[in-house]
């Protein structure tokens, strides 16, 4: 797949306000037949006496000759200031500057902006200086931290314009002591129409084989005489999750100017995440030989707490950060300390529950592991063909296990790859074609994962007679064998089922 995304640098244009004298638009273009009036600096506004509020910062999205497309998916910018320093105006410590930015759209080059949003946003100056503040050191820069600036959840025009201005009012102490501004650069970040359209295609194709094998699946279970036993129906959640998650309604991004859908897109991949981790605490517990307490969901409170509530903090950072982004695109969570502190909050509580999880799973895996070789023991007193049977079962099972285990390492690790795509501009090609390979393999790894479940625990339909099972394989009645790990009789639990119930018996 081509890289996921594209980061584009823009250098901001200064422009002069001049709607003072009756200037026909209140939009002012960096360039094109009604560009504004252009300043170079900021040394040629004070000879010409132009003050700060008449100046505006205004970015053309995309550069000359190109144009944006709804293949993009979304928009997201971060800012970064030039600041020189001057001695008679120097960063003051905490310094906050205050913008007043507006976005506006249009299909054509000659059509009129039409206003998007508007918003007074405040961001916290981080700056550092490496040099000693002399006079010998004056107009060198600042070194300071890029600032979250803007995200747009779908791209369904064909050019946008933003205007920043920074108003100043000494007397409420506004944008004072922000050091000498140069310039505004901002790094605009969208996804690949390439990678789009590959992604589309593989939910697009993936989408029918996971919801026909969960239907013919669900259909195998409600053919049996007994009830669902809990990991069945865990299974089956897992499938329609996974369904959930598969079908491709980002087709309608194309057409319609959806801004929900990241915020939407995050919604149905957190429920699939919760759904993969506690189905992966239950097929381990379901399989405890010495547990008592099976088939009962109420059995892994425990377990499924931390999942529930990590989730639903993650779910409150969302709505927090992208559901008031779609009212206002300029809204950032990170940019006040109450904020900060917040989106830490819910961070680090799902960071620990996660981390009680992943005990959780390692522990009972190593006990599911234990009491497995512990009943190997008592294989050589059984008849070969029954020997043969149970060690190709609990071969099999270890197999399934350890491939489970590799999913969750590979799913823990793209979760973290992920967190850290927002600033992947930083980090240069390599880490976007990394990226590009997690997205489309992990993806496809979770669909063939779910897949082959299903395909595995589906009870199978056949029925053995009682000649086979009271032969030599020395079985009681009513003990059915089956021929793979998985499968299911029509009437009875699974082989896995049987020797644990032995095994709690004893």
């Known amino acids: 797949a081509p890289s996921p995304t594209t980061a584009v640098p823009y250098v901001s244009v200064k422009c002069i306000d001049i709607r003072k004298n009756h200037h026909k638009t209140k ?20 000879s010409r006496q132009i003050e700060a509020n008449d100046i505006v910062f205004a970015v053309h999205i995309p550069l000359p000759r190109k144009e ?45 902006w039409e206003e998007i949003a508007h918003a007074i946003e405040i961001r916290k100056l981080k700056c550092t200086f490496g040099s000693p503040k002399t006079l010998e050191s004056e107009g060198r820069h600042y070194d300071c931290d890029f600032l979250p600036f803007m995200e747009i959840g779908s791209v369904a025009h064909k050019y946008y314009l933003i205007n920043i201005r920074l108003p100043v009012n000494e007397r409420k102490g506004i944008n004072v002591g922000i050091g000498e501004i140069k310039d505004i650069r901002l790094v605009g970040i969208h996804q690949n129409g390439g990678f789009t359209k590959v992604w589309f295609a593989m939910k697009t194709f993936l989408t029918p084989s996971i919801l026909i094998i969960t239907i013919w699946y669900w259909r195998r279970i409600t053919l049996m005489t007994r009830a669902p036993v809990l990991l069945e129906k865990v299974i089956f959640a897992l499938g329609i999750s996974m369904t959930f998650i598969n079908i491709p309604v980002e087709w309608f991004s194309i057409g319609f100017d959806w801004t929900w859908m990241l915020l939407f897109g995050d919604i149905r991949q957190g429920i699939f995440y919760a759904m993969l981790l506690s189905f992966w605490i239950i097929f381990c517990g379901e399989h405890m030989m010495d547990q008592n307490k099976r088939n009962r969901l109420s059995g892994y409170w425990k377990q499924v707490g931390p999942i529930a509530v990590g989730s639903f903090c993650l779910f409150i950072f969302d709505m927090c950060e992208r559901g008031v982004q779609l009212k206002n695109p300029f809204f950032s969570i990170w940019t006040t300390e109450v904020g900060t502190e917040l989106a830490m909050a819910f961070i680090i509580v799902a960071g620990i529950c996660l981390c009680l999880y992943f005990l959780f799973l390692c522990f009972m895996v190593f006990q599911v592991f234990r009491n497995i070789s512990g009943k190997q023991s008592s294989l050589p007193a059984m008849s070969k063909a029954r020997r043969l049977h149970y ?15 590799a999913c969750a390492a590979m799913t823990v690790i793209f979760f973290i790859v992920s967190q850290v795509t927002e600033g992947h501009w930083k980090w240069g090609d390599i ?76």
Request: glycine content about 8%; overall charge negative.
């Open 431 to 506: 880490t976007i074609q990394v990226n590009s390979a997690f997205f489309t393999g992990i993806y496809g790894m979770w669909n063939l994962y779910v897949f082959a479940l299903m395909f595995l625990y589906a009870p199978s339909h056949k029925n053995y007679g009682e000649d086979q099972s009271n032969g030599d394989l020395g079985v009681n009645s009513g003990e059915e064998l089956q021929l793979t790990t998985t499968i299911t009789h029509v009437d009875g639990p699974t082989e896995v089922y049987k020797l644990a119930r032995k095994g709690a018996q004893e």
């Open 27 to 46: 939009w002012l273009m960096p360039w094109g037949p009604n560009h504004c009036e252009k300043l170079k600096d900021f040394d040629e506004a004070v």
């Open 68 to 112: 944006m497309s709804p293949w993009f998916q979304f928009m997201l910018f971060v800012m970064q200031l030039d600041i020189a320093f001057k001695m008679d105006n120097d960063l003051k410590e905490n310094a906050e500057i205050t913008l007043d930015v507006s976005l506006a759209y249009r299909d054509d080059l000659f059509g009129d």
């Open 391 to 405: 060690e190709g079962l609990i071969f099999r099972f270890k197999f399934l296990m350890l491939i489970t285990l």
